[in-house]
Structure formats: C-alpha cells, structure tokens
C-alpha cells in the first residue's frame, strides 16, 4: 500500500509495476486529482506548454488508486490503515509487498532519528 499519490508515489507504483513482485499496488491519495507532473505547473501556467502536459502515465494495470481519501490512523498491530471516509484497509492486501514486514514512518519518526544521529556523530 502506498499513502499519499504525488509525482513520487507514482514513480514508485511505476516502478513496482515493472520490478517488483506480482501483486498490484493500493494507492491512497487525499487529493482530488492524480499525480502530475508538479515542476512544469509554472511554465503551464505561463502558457508555455498545454494543459495535458502536467499528465503522467496511467499507474501500471491493476494498481488500484483511490483519489480523495485521507489515512487518519494506522493500526501496526493489526496491520490495517484508518481512512478519513469510514474504510479500514488491510496494510499488505492488496499491495506490493505481501506478508513483508509493515514499515511505516513519518516525518516525527524521521526527524527524531536524523537528530540522534546528528548528536551521536557531534
């Protein structure tokens, strides 16, 4: 399961479509709209380029995407993903990495190891 579907997401389903095991991708995305191409927004709105040029690929075949949904809460025990419109979805079915350990990190996560090691090496 991938949370969250902007211009890296995709590249990553892109990517575990062509390499990675079998099964299909879950994507969940709270925007709206799928992933563009975000670095030619400002020269689509000077007019340079059309509209259609802030497309990207359709997600590889079977990748399901589900746009407008928000994960609320993770629940590691029981490997399932809260969403914002009542749904509990199972953490590894369907997705890329089958009964492959649940690793899941936010930014709180991210920053506090980035510290300890920055204060480990000082």
């Known amino acids: 399961m991938v949370v969250g579907y ?16 079998p099964r ?5 995305g709270a925007e709206r ?10 020269a689509v709105l000077d007019g340079s380029p059309p509209a259609r040029a802030l ?5 590889p075949l079977g990748t399901v995407v589900r746009l407008g ?5 993770v629940d590691r025990r029981r490997r399932l993903v809260h969403t914002d419109d009542g749904a509990l979805r199972g953490a590894d079915s369907p997705g890329p990495h089958g009964n492959a350990e649940l690793r899941l990190t936010d930014r709180r996560d991210r ?12």
Do not use: F, M, Q
């Open 55 to 59: 497309r990207l690929p359709e997600p």
């Open 33 to 42: 709209e799928p992933a563009c191409n975000r670095p030619l927004l400002t």
């Open 69 to 73: 949904v928000r994960v609320v809460a």
């Open 24 to 28: 299909p991708a879950t994507v969940l």
């Open 111 to 122: 920053t506090a190891r980035e510290k300890a090691t920055k204060d480990a090496s000082s």
């Open 6 to 21: 902007g211009p890296a997401a995709h590249r990553l389903v892109d990517r575990l479509g062509h390499h990675g095991p």
